[in-house]
């Protein structure tokens, strides 16, 4: 696969993006509060987008500048299968120079600025040009 650099969508293909506008408009309430902390360049003055299309995959958010993905997940990712699947999305995301963030519903929802600082040091240790 090639790196990541400056194409935003790496080649998604139009149903992605239709599924990532579905997915817009069916936001999780833990995707929506921590939705309120990254747009309009509200964290780190950094620019994140939500339910972003990449490759065959739709990223929860992305920041194209720190090529960082943040994934919320539900329950079901609990389920071997399902992390199976992750993990084998992950790999993937990575071998296009992108790093996955993943935080589960309950923790955005019941430790938000925990979220946050843990986002923090990741962006303060990248470094990527």
Known sequence: ???????LHAGAHSQVFENAKQ????QT???DVLWQYLRARRFENLKFRRQH???SYVADFYCHEKR?????DGGYHNKI???RRDESRTSELEKLGLQVVRFSNAKVIE????CLSELRDIIKNDTSP
């Open 1 to 7: 696969m090639v790196k990541f650099k400056n194409n």
């Open 23 to 26: 997915l817009r408009l069916n």
């Open 29 to 31: 309430n833990a995707e």
């Open 53 to 55: 299309p990449i490759h």
């Open 68 to 72: 960082l993905i943040i994934e919320v």
């Open 81 to 83: 299968e399902q992390k």
């Open 111 to 114: 430790n938000i600025e925990g």
